[in-house]
């Protein structure tokens, strides 16, 4: 199974960007995908999470501003950032949590990272 970021860059501040997140290989079902981002220095953070029934969690910095959404017949999970601002500067990692690749058997993956920057 593999996870395939897309979508960061620099922005400037107030701007929007739009995170994609594909997952693909052998995969039976996703039980979560999220985002989480990552500073130097600094531990990952958790800025979004989402389940396959919907349901949705934020990291309490960007609660308001940021979107998570999921196409689970894509295995794709996408972040939309608004207002963005400096300290939202970070490599932002997409996770699949509980991925099912045959009945029984559940694996946690991470993505490569793409790299955000807000400028002021």
């Known amino acids: 199974v593999q996870l395939q970021a897309s979508g960061g860059g620099l922005v400037q501040a107030g701007g929007s960007l739009r995170l994609s997140c594909a997952a693909s290989?052998?995969?039976?079902?996703?039980?979560?995908m999220g985002w989480y981002r990552q500073v130097p220095g600094k531990q990952r953070e958790l800025v979004a999470a989402i389940t396959s029934g919907g349901s949705t969690s934020y990291g309490d910095s960007v609660k308001g501003r940021f979107t998570i959404s999921r196409d689970n017949a894509k295995n794709t999970v996408y972040l939309q950032m608004n207002s963005l601002k400096p300290e939202d500067t970070a490599v932002y990692y997409c996770?699949?949590?509980?991925?099912?690749?045959?009945?029984?058997?559940?694996?946690?993956?991470w993505g490569q990272g793409t790299k955000v920057t807000v400028s002021s």
């Open positions: 290989g052998s995969i039976f079902s996703i039980n979560a």
């Open positions: 996770a699949a949590v509980r991925v099912v690749v045959t009945p029984g058997d559940e694996y946690d993956y």
